[in-house]
């Protein structure tokens, strides 16, 4: 009966474990969805906020690191409520980024919002949305700029006097190495501290500088 009843705590302990070692993994969501995380919201706070001097790693400005899910979902995110999410609430109210800074078009906020919303999965190996095929300026170049890049390379912070918010910006940024950073095969591999843009992506900038840097 001892060996029984034993057994059964065992068995029992073992199950508990298991139930408690699930609940701590993050919940993901569909890569096919409408919003992923890896694809859609990580790259604005890379752009946005984890930038030197702000909230990467090294800074951590107002104790504040927003390079990763598990940083952001720490920060002051209420899952399934946005508007009880300070970090959200901060970034509504124009406090984040500061006015030095670029701030996020309302796309990018009501993505944001969404995604919390959504339960603010952690959506990883999300599928592409990119076609090589489109590059025009207005419509593929200026928007990759902004998720990716404007953080650091805007003309209110133009990082190595590099400006990509606009057309004369990103055109004179070519002759400076866009292409090499891009790449990852320069001195200054971007986006800095993320994830290298995707082939499709970077191959959208190739074909829309081969086809002579239109501002289409």
């Known amino acids: 009966m ?35 995380f890896e694809r859609d919201i990580l790259p604005i706070f890379n752009s946005k ?6 909230h990467d790693a090294s800074s951590r400005a107002e104790g504040y690191v927003l390079d990763s899910y598990k940083h952001i979902t720490k920060s002051g995110i ?23 800074s670029p701030k996020l078009t309302n796309d990018e906020v009501n ?13 990883i190996n999300c599928v592409s949305r990119c076609d090589s095929s489109q590059f025009t300026f207005s419509k593929s170049i ?31 940024s070519i002759s400076k190495g866009l292409m090499k950073s891009l790449d990852h095969t320069g001195y200054y591999p971007m986006p800095k501290g993320g ?6 992506e970077i191959n959208q900038v190739k074909n829309w500088i081969n086809a002579g840097a239109l501002n289409n």
Not at 49 to 54: I, K, L, R, T
Not at 115 to 123: E, P, S
Not at 152 to 164: L, M, R, T
Request: charged share 15%; net charge positive.
């Open 78 to 100: 209420s899952k399934g409520r946005p508007n009880s999410s300070e970090l959200y609430t901060i970034i509504v109210d124009g406090e984040m980024p500061p006015k030095r």
């Open 2 to 36: 001892k060996l029984k009843h034993f057994g059964y705590l065992f068995f029992t302990t073992l199950v508990l474990l298991a139930s408690m070692q699930a609940c701590s993994h993050d919940t993901y969501s569909d890569p096919n969805g409408p919003i992923c």
């Open 111 to 123: 993505l944001i919002h969404d995604w919390i919303a959504a339960g603010a999965k952690n959506g």
């Open 49 to 54: 906020c984890a930038s030197s001097g702000c």
């Open 142 to 172: 200026l928007p990759l700029m902004n998720k990716y890049c404007v953080g650091c390379h805007s003309a209110s912070n133009p990082s190595a006097a590099v400006d990509v918010s606009s057309y004369s910006g990103v055109k004179a």
């Open 195 to 200: 994830s290298k843009l995707s082939d499709c």
